[in-house]
């Protein structure tokens, strides 16, 4: 294990672009902007799956938007680069409805889980440790039987290889859109900071 973690290291460290304390920094930059807009509290995420919080919609959007522009251009400048996963429709569908209701139920998301752990919750340890044993059980019991369950491979594809030889012009309008979509959705809090305090103690 300890051998695995190091390999991830190293291969950061590794890329002509990146190195490990630009991954830090810029981890702590999202821990502080998780922090700042308090989206890792329960209510927040159980709000916006009950559609009375519109915060953490509205960070999506805008993290989507200006994230597909940066991202797009950092990697036709050679300073980033990222890995298409295929298309398996059978596993988006189960995976993506068991990750919604869990993080309805839950509170959390991958983003999120870690910072509230950081901050001593306990309930998200619990949940983080179930996470990973339930990664193990896919991994050990994958070619069995969660393969059959992935359905079959449609690719690899993006949205900017659908629209060939307008790729920037593409991945511009796209950003754009989630960026006026962000700001187009009317800001709504179930708790605002005085109810969050309170609810920390």
């Known amino acids: 294990m300890f051998e695995r973690i190091m390999t991830m290291f190293t291969t950061v460290a590794d890329e002509p672009h990146g190195s490990v304390w630009v991954v830090f920094l810029i ?40 994230a597909s522009i940066g991202l797009y251009f950092l990697i036709e400048a050679g300073y980033a680069h990222y890995h298409i996963k295929p298309i398996l429709l059978g596993g988006l569908l ?25 901050e001593g919750r306990i309930d998200v340890l619990v949940g983080a440790i179930g996470g990973i044993l339930g990664g193990l059980v896919f991994t050990v019991y994958y070619e069995p039987f969660f393969k059959p369950l992935m359905g079959p491979n449609l690719g690899k594809l993006d949205l900017a290889a659908v629209f060939e030889g307008h790729e920037a012009l593409t991945v511009l309008i796209f950003g754009a859109a989630m ?17 969050l305090k309170q609810l920390d103690r």
């Open 179 to 195: 960026v006026i979509i962000s700001i187009a959705i009317p800001l709504r809090q179930e708790f605002d900071e005085a109810d």
């Open 94 to 118: 189960i995976g993506g409805t068991l990750f919604g209701i869990s993080m309805a139920i839950f509170g959390k998301c991958p983003g999120t889980g870690p910072i509230s752990v950081a």
């Open 27 to 66: 981890g702590i930059f999202f821990g502080g902007i998780i922090q700042y807009t308090r989206v890792d509290k329960f209510e927040k995420i159980a709000g916006f799956a009950m559609l009375r919080d519109t915060v953490v919609p509205k960070m999506l959007f805008l993290a989507i938007g200006l």
